[in-house]
């Protein structure tokens, strides 16, 4: 198991930029694959982003391919998202997950990302 704890959420104009941060605790943090996700109100969780334990495989879905960019740090115990040229339909909760990409088992408590238009 793993502790994950999101941050870096907050308000920011459209067309602006926000780098989020997910600091993970256990001894296992660099064996896991790294995602996020993000829900918005009244829609289900989406997958954004995920990052392979080394790092050098990444995977994004195509609404922020391009304009999002995901990376982690094991020796920091931490994964990023970089959101630029944000918009307003990217406001939602974002959430750090941790796993395989076909089952995340660890889950963050999501940090708020507003994008005002």
């Known amino acids: 198991q793993v502790q994950l704890v999101e941050s870096g959420g907050g308000l920011v104009q459209a067309g602006g930029s926000l780098r989020l941060s997910c600091a993970a605790s256990?001894?296992?943090?660099?064996?896991?694959?790294m995602a996020w996700f993000r829900q918005a109100p009244g829609k289900e969780r989406e997958f954004v982003a995920r990052v392979n334990w080394r790092g050098g495989s990444t995977v994004y879905a195509d609404s922020v391919k391009g304009r999002f960019t995901i990376s982690r740090d094991n020796a920091k115990n931490t994964v990023y998202l970089q959101m630029n040229s944000l918009k307003a339909e990217d406001t939602a909760v974002y959430y750090c997950?941790?796993?395989?990409?076909?089952?995340?088992?660890?889950w963050g408590q999501g940090t708020q990302v507003t994008v005002a238009s």
């Open positions: 256990g001894r296992t943090f660099s064996s896991y694959t």
């Open positions: 997950a941790a796993g395989k990409p076909e089952s995340y088992d660890n």
